[in-house]
């Protein structure tokens, strides 16, 4: 402590950065770093701060810049209290300093008599207030104290709400673009594979001709898949849960999946249980299903083939179960109890160890330029 009953800075230790640094609690004891090179003045400002604020404050006084600076590095404080002429540092550099280094801190400039000009400069250029030295008060400086890290924080939340609103704005706009041009490129695509088909029926008797038909359409219904991601990631849609009778409804899906499975793999779609039932948007679990056993089709057609062509099987069934206790799984952990299942099997090789956390990441893939990564996000975002 000095004479004064102001405290000294200690000495800095590691830098921190600012946004591991607290933020100030309601009824926390207010934090106020004092710049300045007067003792004289300092001990006024510490004994009108006593005075106005009483125990609920805390003060740490610097008499060079280069030393606050050094000081704010390592700790957080609620408000500095600016004088602008220093022995290392004198005008409106002083208070663009400290900014630098006061990230998000309310900065109050002290001034004389005769520097008024300067003061309200530095106003405008980021200091949240000023007082002259020779009006402060007890009462006057308190409140100035309060006003201006209330006013500080408020600016703050209006800054990060406009940000956030900003984000959601760019958010649905690329939504529409990124709709809008799927919904043209689903277009051609069904011409695309429109005109396969025809091809194929005419080409019939010529092999390879029938190999380079299949494969324009193998890659067609890819661009399709993706496209459907796209869609679905970006289309906003009020769900409409109903009760779904799982059997039935995997039954009627069956036509459609079967549709989309490639000739070389088998597609089984079976129920062991007829009583199971959900709460749901059919159109959503539609939409899960088709992820799903797309994502089981790519694990598949990893596999090399057997002689006759082949390349695997994927199996959806509808089951129940009854978990004793809570099974651990990714994203999340289900409770014990009776569930209905609508599980998907494949024979692919399976996934990675270390890709399970990333499965659903938005646009991650293992799948290079086939996939744009969006399947299981969209399923997850469904469920």
């Known amino acids: 402590m000095t004479a004064s009953g102001v405290s000294q800075p200690p000495e800095p230790e590691m830098p ?3 946004h591991l640094r607290p933020s100030r609690r309601p009824g926390d004891a207010v934090s106020v770093l004092l710049v300045e090179d007067n003792l004289g003045d300092a001990r006024l400002v510490e004994e009108h701060l006593a005075s106005g604020y009483g125990p609920g404050h805390e003060m740490t006084h610097c008499k060079r810049l280069s030393d606050a600076i050094a000081w704010l590095d390592e700790h957080h404080c609620d408000l500095v209290l600016l004088d602008l002429s220093l022995p290392d540092s004198r005008g409106l550099a ?3 300093q400290l900014l630098g280094h006061a990230f998000g801190v309310p900065v109050v400039v002290l001034t004389g008599a005769d520097d008024e000009a300067q003061a309200y400069q530095a106003f405008q250029s980021g200091a949240q207030d000023y007082l002259h030295k020779d009006a402060i008060d007890p009462q006057r400086l308190a409140r100035t104290v309060r006003y201006a890290i209330e006013r ?3 600016e703050d939340s209006v800054l990060t709400n406009d940000e956030h609103i900003h984000r959601l704005e760019k958010s649905e706009a690329i ?5 809008g041009l799927a919904h043209n490129f689903n277009n051609i695509l069904t011409a695309i594979l429109g005109n396969c088909e025809l091809l194929l029926a005419r080409i019939a008797q010529d092999d390879k001709a ?4 299949e494969n324009i359409q193998e890659a067609a219904r890819q661009a399709a ?3 459907r991601e796209l869609k679905s990631f970006c289309r906003e849609r009020k769900a409409q849960p109903q009760r779904v009778d799982l059997a039935r409804f995997l039954r009627g899906l069956a036509p459609l999946l079967a549709g989309a499975a490639s000739r070389r793999i088998d597609l089984n779609v079976e129920s062991d249980a007829d009583d ?3 709460l749901a948007d059919p159109g959503e679990l539609e939409q899960v299903v088709l992820n799903l056993v797309q994502n089981a089709q790519a694990a598949v057609a990893t596999v ?4 006759d062509g082949g390349q695997g099987e994927v199996r959806v069934r509808v089951r129940r179960i009854d978990l004793a206790s809570a099974e651990v799984g990714h994203p999340d952990t289900v409770p014990a109890g009776s569930y209905a299942v609508i599980e998907v099997v494949d024979d692919g090789p399976g996934v990675a160890s270390e890709i399970v956390p990333r499965i659903f990441d938005s646009f991650f893939t293992t799948k290079g330029g086939k996939s744009v990564g969006l399947g299981l996000t969209t399923s997850l975002a469904l469920v």
């Open 276 to 278: 199971a039932w959900a």
């Open 210 to 213: 029938t190999r380079y038909a």
């Open 94 to 96: 002083t208070l663009q």
């Open 175 to 179: 939504a529409r673009l990124c709709e």
């Open 225 to 227: 898949d993706q496209t």
């Open 152 to 154: 500080k924080q408020w």
């Open 304 to 307: 090399a083939p057997t002689a």
């Open 16 to 18: 921190v950065e600012d």
